[in-house]
């Protein structure tokens, strides 16, 4: 398989797997893009999509809870270089600073800003729907001392699963890959078995098999001339569906020789049971097979 580099090849690779509804394997593709670049809107877009169709709400709460925070630290240095190119302006306006930090706003742009904001409440539902509880809705202005150590616990248990979260997502990417490769794997192999078969079917055309069925009479010639009729209009039945190529007498007349061209043996063997020289036990018959090397002009 050729290697896919650029984010663009594997973001239309995940797009075709999703048109073929193959939504896990396109996620794989999204996730990876997305543990390489957790900024990048439109992997974020399509990964929560895919998981949200997936009902993969705990992997969707992971990727919203890194998208949240991969924005909110380029917010913190987009931040500090601002201030570090304006010492002056960032000392007299450190209040205020602090003060749109805390907002969560701090110099974001307003499109990032509100799909922040989306995020946010998508994942205010999502752990909703994971708890069963309906997320506490707290203002600033009466947070206490207890809920900023609340806050410090839950971020330290918030970053505890976050690494569960990325270890088990590790482990779900190897499976996905394994279960990729077993599936190229099965293909290859079915792709095989079809050039195989292309290649037999290819050989038989060129070199045809040919059947000669040896007809030897059991009974005296009378009671074969009083079914003789019925036979030849057998004959002429194979002779213009194309399965008989050549018939006729054994000299001496102990019998018959018919040199057939059919798909494979069985279909002979149906084809001779209905001679009529076979039906009532006047003839025995041999079949012999043999694959066409070499034929005449205009024989086949």
Same mark, same amino acid.
């Given at each position: 398989?050729?290697?896919?580099?650029?984010?663009?090849?594997?973001?239309?690779?995940?797009?075709?797997?999703?048109?073929?509804?193959?939504?896990?394997?396109?996620?794989?593709?999204?996730?990876?893009?997305?543990?390489?670049?957790?900024?990048?809107?439109?992997?974020?877009?399509?990964?929560?999509?895919?998981?949200?169709?997936?009902?993969?709400?705990?992997?969707?709460?992971?990727?919203?809870?890194?998208?949240?925070?991969?924005?909110?630290?380029?917010?913190?240095?987009?931040?500090?270089?601002?201030?570090?190119?304006?010492?002056?302006?960032?000392?007299?306006?450190?209040?205020?600073?602090?003060?749109?930090?805390?907002?969560?706003?701090?110099?974001?742009?307003?499109?990032?800003?509100?799909?922040?904001?989306?995020?946010?409440?998508?994942?205010?539902?999502?752990?909703?729907?994971?708890?069963?509880?309906?997320?506490?809705?707290?203002?600033?202005?009466?947070?206490?001392?207890?809920?900023?150590?609340?806050?410090?616990?839950?971020?330290? =248990?918030?970053?505890? @699963?976050?690494?569960?979260?990325?270890? #088990? +997502?590790?482990?779900?990417? &190897? $499976?996905?890959?394994?279960? *990729?490769?077993?599936?190229?794997?099965? =293909?290859?192999?079915? @792709?095989?078995?079809?050039?195989?078969? #292309? +290649?037999?079917?290819?050989? &038989? $055309?060129?070199?045809?098999? *040919?059947?000669?069925?040896?007809?030897?009479?059991?009974?005296?010639?009378?009671?074969?001339?009083?079914?003789?009729?019925?036979?030849?209009?057998?004959?002429?039945?194979?002779?213009?569906?194309?399965?008989?190529?050549?018939?006729?007498?054994?000299?001496?007349?102990?019998?018959?020789?018919?040199?057939?061209?059919?798909?494979?043996?069985?279909?002979?063997?149906?084809?001779?049971?209905?001679?009529?020289?076979?039906?009532?036990?006047?003839?025995?018959?041999?079949?012999?097979?043999?694959?066409?090397?070499?034929?005449?002009?205009?024989?086949?």
């Amino acid at each position: 398989m050729k290697p896919v580099n650029s984010t663009n090849e594997q973001i239309a690779i995940a797009r075709r797997l999703e048109k073929e509804s193959r939504l896990s394997d396109a996620a794989v593709i999204y996730q990876k893009i997305f543990d390489k670049d957790p900024t990048d809107q439109q992997v974020i877009g399509r990964l929560l999509v895919m998981y949200r169709k997936l009902k993969e709400y705990k992997k969707e709460l992971a990727v919203l809870d890194d998208a949240i925070a991969a924005y909110q630290h380029r917010q913190k240095d987009i931040r500090n270089k601002w201030i570090q190119s304006h010492p002056k302006a960032a000392s007299a306006g450190k209040s205020m600073l602090r003060q749109l930090e805390k907002d969560g706003n701090a110099l974001m742009g307003l499109g990032e800003g509100l799909l922040v904001d989306r995020w946010m409440k998508r994942r205010d539902f999502v752990t909703s729907r994971i708890t069963g509880r309906k997320p506490k809705v707290v203002s600033k202005a009466g947070e206490t001392k207890k809920d900023t150590v609340g806050k410090k616990k839950t971020g330290t =248990d918030q970053r505890r @699963r976050t690494d569960a979260r990325n270890q #088990q +997502r590790e482990r779900d990417n &190897a $499976a996905a890959a394994r279960k *990729l490769a077993a599936q190229e794997h099965k =293909d290859r192999i079915a @792709r095989k078995k079809k050039e195989e078969s #292309q +290649r037999k079917a290819a050989e &038989a $055309a060129r070199h045809p098999s *040919l059947f000669v069925i040896i007809i030897r009479y059991l009974v005296s010639l009378e009671e074969i001339d009083g079914a003789m009729q019925s036979h030849v209009a057998y004959l002429d039945r194979h002779f213009d569906n194309g399965d008989f190529l050549v018939a006729g007498r054994q000299v001496p007349r102990t019998g018959g020789i018919i040199i057939a061209q059919v798909k494979d043996r069985n279909t002979l063997e149906k084809i001779i049971k209905q001679d009529p020289f076979v039906k009532q036990k006047l003839a025995s018959t041999d079949i012999i097979e043999f694959a066409a090397s070499k034929v005449g002009k205009g024989l086949f």
